[in-house]
Each structure stands twice: as C-alpha cells, then as structure tokens.
C-alpha cells in the first residue's frame, strides 16, 4: 500500500504566485481531506470530499484559496495568489469510512 | 460543531514514567475518538483509537479511556522510552474529525 501521496514536498514561492498542492488518496477511500498546519493554529480541515463531491468548504481561508477532486484517485489544493501567511504545511488524508484517517507525508509551503 | 481541548500543551516526564494527556469535546453526537502521534517533520499517525461504545482500549504500552458522561477521554503511556518524544493530537468527532492542538512529549533519558 502506497500511502496518500503528495507533491511536491517542499515549495518556494514568492508572493503573488500561483501554488499549486496535489493529492493521490489510498486506493478505495471514499473520503479525502486538506488540512493545514501551523504553529499557531494546529490542524486545521480546510475541506474534504467524499466521492468526489465537496462536502465542507467551511475551513477555506478565502477566495484565494479552491479545491477540486475530479476523479477518485486525484485532487488539488491551489492557491492563488499566495501570501506570506499562507505558509504552512499542507496535509492531504484519506479515509475509508470517513474518521479513521490516514495522512500523506504533507506539501511544507513557504510563501516569501 | 464540536470543540476539542487538549492539555497539557507541553509534557516532560523521566524515561520509564508514565505519561498522561487529557481531552474534553463538546458535542455528544461524537462517537469515534482517535489519537496520532507526529514525529519532528513527519506526518500524523494514528496510534490508537476508541469508539463510544468502549470504555477503555490497550495496545502494549498505551491506553486510552472514554468518559462518555464527562466528554473526556485520556491516552496514557506506561515505561516511556525517548522513541515517545512527539507531538500527540487528540480528535473526536464522527466525519470530519476536529483535532486538539496537540501536546509537545519530551521524554527524558
């Protein structure tokens, strides 16, 4: 079993710039989910999707930032543009039944 | 929606002691209460879990126990070992999960 996988693990990117932050979720999981980390904040679900649908977008910051799942086994968290405050690490999980979840090794951002 | 306390912020505790981290939700509807251990630059893990139907459950040296009445619920760990030394995050919750801020472990040799 592959894990959630993530990419790229680490971006620099200067204000302004488009990020763009992508997820392959566990095979089979019916449920995806963003969270962002921070000091300050701890972890944070920005959104998740079940089945591809969005469920909750509750968490997004702002209009800066969109999530998109077009299909089971991929989604992306973008941003645009990015900010200092942005800078965090991202952390894509997936989950079977939707609780028990399973965290990718995290996209570190640092916007400059 | 629910609201996860978690305490203390920062633990430090001699190598062979027993460690304990405390967590309070609001919403009674919650019934799933994992716990993950992260590591220094890595991700979360799960390490244990209870569902509201169980009062306490162990796997080795640690344990977590639910007070359904009371909304808390505590992880312990017994003999702990410098490998302990992490950040563990408390969640509750049914779907999405809602997580502590998490407890700094030092475990001191």
């Known amino acids: 079993d592959a894990g959630v996988i993530q990419s790229p693990r680490h971006e620099v990117t200067e204000m302004g710039q488009e990020v763009t932050l992508r997820c392959k979720p566990i095979?089979?999981?019916?449920?995806l989910f963003w969270y962002r980390q921070t000091m300050m904040r701890g972890l944070e679900l920005l959104i998740y999707?079940?089945?591809?649908?969005?469920?909750?977008d509750s968490g997004m910051p702002e209009d800066r930032f969109s999530a998109k799942m077009p299909n089971a086994s991929f989604s992306t968290l973008k941003i645009q543009p990015s900010e200092p405050r942005d800078s965090a690490v991202y952390f894509c999980?997936?989950?079977?039944?939707?609780?028990?979840?399973?965290f990718g090794e995290g996209s570190w951002l640092t916007v400059v | 929606g629910e609201n996860v306390e978690q305490h203390p912020s920062t633990l430090s505790v001699q190598e062979g002691d027993s460690a304990v981290i405390k967590c309070t939700y609001s919403?009674?509807?919650?019934?799933?209460f994992p716990w993950y251990k992260q590591e220094l630059g890595k991700r979360p893990q799960l390490i244990i879990d209870?569902?509201?139907?169980?009062g306490e459950k162990k796997d080795q040296r640690i344990a977590v126990t639910l007070n359904k009445t009371a909304k808390h619920f505590s992880l312990h760990i017994t003999e702990t070992q410098p490998e302990d030394s992490a950040v563990y995050f408390c969640?509750?919750?049914?779907?999405?999960?809602?997580f502590g801020k998490g407890t700094r472990l030092s475990v001191i040799a």
């Open positions: 969640a509750a919750g049914n779907t999405p999960l809602v």
């Open positions: 999707f079940n089945n591809n649908v969005p469920i909750d």
């Open positions: 919403d009674s509807a919650s019934n799933y």
């Open positions: 095979s089979g999981h019916d449920y």
């Open positions: 999980a997936s989950s079977l039944t939707g609780n028990t979840i399973y």
């Open positions: 209870i569902r509201s139907n169980v």
